[in-house]
């Protein structure tokens, strides 16, 4: 595991970018951590990193946002993962092949999650802009890129 710190929103959107340069067409990055952790600010500082212009929202209402930049990147939330009906309808496989995904509450999607993937939880610290991201790679194609990733994140890294 990487842990990182931040100690502001512009921190955490940097931390993004930084891994937004390491990413490849199907892979999917799972955001962990209560409500106002961070996970849309997150998504937004790795989407304008791949030159993405359309304003990040948050997709809580809807099944998922497609943003096109240099890559394709869609953004999920699974918050109400009841909303997102059977794991048929999210059609997640054929989703997964087309950029790279980010899943907000993805945690609640385990079941039905590729094998391969990067989990960031975000915890609250103590200040009320202080916040601690945990990086762990599941699957062999983050181990094969973990040199790269400790790298990227190297302002930030704690541990
Ligand atoms: N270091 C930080 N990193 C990220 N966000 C921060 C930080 N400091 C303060 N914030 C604030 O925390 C809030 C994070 O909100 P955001 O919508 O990204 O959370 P979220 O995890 O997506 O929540 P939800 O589960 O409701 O979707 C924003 O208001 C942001 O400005
Ligand atoms: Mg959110």
């Known amino acids: 595991m990487l842990v990182c710190a931040t100690h502001h929103v512009d921190h955490t959107r940097a931390v993004a970018a930084a891994i937004a340069g390491l990413v490849e067409d199907g892979d999917l990055i799972v955001l962990v951590g209560d409500l106002g952790a961070g996970k849309t600010h997150f998504t937004q500082g790795f989407a304008r990193a791949r030159a993405v212009t359309d304003r990040v929202t948050s997709p809580t209402f809807t099944l998922a946002n497609r943003y096109v930049g240099d890559i394709v990147i869609n953004h999920l939330d699974a918050y109400r993962v009841e909303q997102l009906g059977e794991a048929e309808d999210l059609a997640l496989p054929e989703l997964l092949e087309d950029g790279v995904t980010l899943i907000e509450w993805g945690d609640n999607l385990t079941p039905i999650l590729p094998m391969d993937r990067l989990e960031v939880r975000i915890m609250l610290g103590h200040g009320d802009d202080d916040r601690r991201l945990e990086f762990t790679g ?12 400790e790298a990227a994140v190297a302002d930030w890294r704690v541990a």
């Open 138 to 149: 599941v699957g062999p194609g983050w181990a094969l890129r973990w040199a790269d990733l």
